[in-house]
């Protein structure tokens, strides 16, 4: 796992850290895709009660990356992108 999404879990909350600041933070697929198996576990995790999404101090986030959104455009339903929104609705 990269290190664009720090995860700390104390006491059943879990804090999901974007770590991108060169960037503002803008999502790319590899974060959308940490991000999304984050999520995933964190549902599996009895330990796991609360979970907060925050940003850098500078900024929480851009948005997309629109370089790498151009690069590598969702293609299907089981892109990056469109994997997390389906997790996010299903939680």
Do not use: E, W
């Not at 940003?55 to 992108?81: E, I, R, T, Y």
């Amino acid at each position: 796992m990269n290190n664009l999404i720090i995860h700390d879990r104390n006491n059943g909350l879990l804090t999901l850290t974007f770590n991108r600041p060169d960037k503002l933070n803008a999502m790319n697929s590899a974060m959308y895709t940490q991000l999304a198996d984050l999520l995933l576990a964190a549902d599996q995790d009895p330990r796991v009660d609360v979970i907060i999404i925050t940003g850098g101090a500078q900024c929480f986030s851009a948005g997309n990356d629109l370089k790498d959104f151009l690069d590598n455009p969702p293609s299907d339903m089981d892109s990056p992108v469109f994997r997390l929104m389906r997790i996010v609705m299903a939680l």
